[in-house]
């Protein structure tokens, strides 16, 4: 198969398996999304999705945010980790918000990445996911399944991003990272791997992480 090829039938196949595409962190507007997203790093949406009614039941607007403490939205965040810095975040881009945007989340990577705590994935999901510009965050999923799929070299993700650009059409790579990262969590998770459900790599996957697969296997 060209790579070509292999593109169009990772569109097809993930496009049958995920019709719909549910988003997986819970939120009502851009700015409870970024605020989940910031928190989900080195973290479990599942976890996360626990965490932010609680605090969006105190504040869910940048206005009541700032009228907690840092400490006080540290203490609620705390299980889902790096709470210390990520309450200072939430905090401090709240009050960015109101000084600089008029409450708003922006809508450029610029603005949102010169918010404290907000990295080019936190700043490509909250594009993509709340205000429909295109993107292609890329989690450790796409990462790892970029390079199963012979699709990127692994190096790092941000060349695994500018691959995803340069291979996927634009007017898909929103429902595409979604689509992908769901893919590798139900059949190409990093541990506990069963090549025989995960269909894409098997049928385009680079060829030496198929032959290791198949080496640790027999060991």
Same mark, same amino acid.
Request: hydrophobic share 35%; aromatic share 8%; proline share 6%.
């Given at each position: 198969?060209?790579?070509?090829?292999?593109?169009?039938y990772i569109i097809n196949t993930?496009?049958?398996?995920?019709?719909?595409?549910?988003?997986?962190?819970?939120?009502?507007?851009?700015?409870?999304?970024?605020?989940?997203?910031?928190?989900?790093?080195?973290?479990?949406?599942?976890?996360?999705?626990?965490?932010?009614?609680?605090?969006?039941?105190?504040? !869910?607007?940048?206005?009541?945010?700032? =009228?907690?403490?840092?400490? $006080?939205?540290?203490?609620? %965040?705390?299980?889902? +980790?790096?709470?210390?810095?990520?309450?200072?975040?939430?905090?401090?881009?709240?009050?960015?918000?109101?000084?600089?945007?008029?409450?708003?989340?922006?809508?450029?990577?610029?603005?949102?990445?010169?918010?404290?705590?907000?990295?080019?994935?936190?700043?490509?999901?909250?594009?993509?996911?709340a205000f429909g510009i295109p993107?292609?965050?890329?989690?450790?999923?796409?990462?790892?399944?970029?390079?199963?799929?012979?699709?990127?070299?692994?190096?790092?993700?941000?060349?695994?991003?500018? !691959?995803?650009?340069?291979?996927?059409? =634009?007017?898909?790579?929103? $429902?595409?990272?979604?689509? %992908?990262?769901?893919? +590798?969590?139900?059949?190409?998770?990093?541990?506990?791997?069963?090549?025989?459900?995960?269909?894409?790599?098997?049928?385009?996957?680079?060829?030496?992480?198929?032959?290791?697969?198949?080496?640790?296997?027999?060991?």
């Open positions: 198969m060209t790579k070509q090829e292999s593109v169009n993930l496009y049958k398996l995920y019709p719909e595409i549910p988003v997986p962190l819970d939120h009502k507007d851009p700015y409870t999304l970024l605020i989940a997203v910031l928190l989900s790093a080195q973290s479990t949406d599942v976890r996360v999705n626990k965490i932010t009614p609680l605090l969006f039941e105190q504040a !869910d607007n940048p206005y009541d945010m700032v =009228k907690l403490t840092v400490e $006080d939205i540290r203490e609620i %965040i705390k299980p889902v +980790g790096l709470s210390p810095m990520k309450s200072k975040g939430i905090h401090g881009l709240s009050k960015i918000l109101i000084e600089e945007h008029n409450g708003e989340v922006p809508k450029t990577f610029e603005a949102l990445e010169a918010l404290p705590a907000v990295g080019h994935k936190t700043a490509g999901v909250v594009l993509s996911q993107a292609f965050p890329v989690d450790t999923h796409i990462h790892r399944l970029m390079y199963r799929w012979n699709l990127s070299n692994g190096k790092n993700v941000t060349q695994t991003e500018k !691959d995803a650009k340069r291979l996927f059409p =634009k007017e898909l790579w929103n $429902d595409l990272h979604l689509q %992908i990262i769901w893919y +590798g969590r139900d059949y190409s998770p990093a541990r506990g791997w069963d090549l025989d459900k995960d269909i894409i790599t098997k049928t385009i996957g680079r060829k030496s992480v198929i032959k290791e697969y198949y080496k640790q296997k027999k060991s």
